[in-house]
């Protein structure tokens, strides 16, 4: 953009599997600065955000709009699946963009599959586990719930278990939750730096696969191969990841950075709990 800067929207969904297919419960502002600050920051937006207004998607919760306009240019306007989808994603960057005041420059979103694919690949990922997790409520994709733990302290986990580190909700927030999906993308990022990804083409060709199966982008793949590239000159320690909340004291006494947002009663959003600026 005119500051040059890349800013990205990057989403992530279940898989043909999970129960919200289309729900996109990872949504994430990347922008990066190659060229002056080398710096990187990353914002999380809450799955439950409600947009009262869009320009062209009505309104609703942010982990649905994908979902929703989609299934209206596929069943109201007669667009093919693969259209659609393209559609979609550029109308929920855009619209994240004006309610952000930021040019969006392209969108990608990765399933399940895909995310643990791309983890194995490069042999698994170190993260420093903040806190102890230890969540009986984790959903075992059969309508059950498994147990899921890790404990507190630096460990490297794999595909499987980075994707649970993610997901699992029951021991924190949403917020906390977001958090941890940053620290697990900055991990990737840096272990792909390690392990000098960009000139391994056996797991060049890997990844390739696990993309063409798992992830969709409406950048082409010249302009994936210049953010790839601009993206090594980023300094790892100017990686900044922030987070909405709704630790704004208007509960507690507690006030976090990013609290911008409150819970409205639920009877105004059909029983729903949604957050609001």
């Known amino acids: 953009d005119a500051q040059g800067y890349i800013n990205l929207l990057l989403l992530g969904q279940g898989d043909e599997d999970h129960d919200g297919k289309d729900l996109t419960d990872t949504i994430m502002v990347a922008s990066l600065d190659p060229e002056g600050s080398k710096s990187a920051v990353l914002l999380s937006l809450p799955r439950d955000l409600y947009f009262l207004r869009t320009e062209k998607m009505g309104k609703g ?25 393209q559609e979609a994603m550029r109308e929920v960057a855009a619209e994240i963009g004006r309610q952000l005041h930021l040019e969006i420059h392209g969108t990608v ?87 000098g990804l960009a000139t391994d083409p056996k797991k060049i060709m890997n990844l390739l696969g696990i993309m063409r199966e798992n992830m969709e982008t409406t950048l082409s793949v010249s302009e994936l191969i210049g953010i790839a590239n601009a993206a090594r000159d980023i300094n790892r320690s100017n990686i900044i990841t922030m987070q909405l909340n709704d630790r704004n004291a208007l509960y507690d006494g507690f006030i976090e950075p990013g609290g911008f947002l409150y819970t409205p009663p639920r009877d105004e959003f059909n029983g729903a709990s949604v957050l609001l600026p």
């Open 61 to 85: 919760r942010l982990n649905s709009l994908y979902r929703d306009y989609k299934s209206y240019l596929r069943f109201q306007q007669g667009m093919e699946e693969a259209q659609a989808s």
């Open 109 to 195: 979103k990765v399933d399940f599959i895909g995310f643990v694919e791309a983890v194995d690949v490069i042999g698994g990922i170190e993260i420093n586990v903040p806190y102890d997790i230890i969540d009986t409520e984790y959903p075992d994709e059969n309508f059950g719930y498994q147990t899921f733990e890790i404990l507190k302290g630096l460990r490297h986990i794999d595909g499987e278990t980075a994707l649970k580190y993610a997901r699992s909700r029951h021991t924190t927030s949403d917020f906390g939750r977001s958090a941890r999906q940053q620290q697990l993308l900055t991990a990737l990022g840096e272990k792909a730096q390690q392990e």
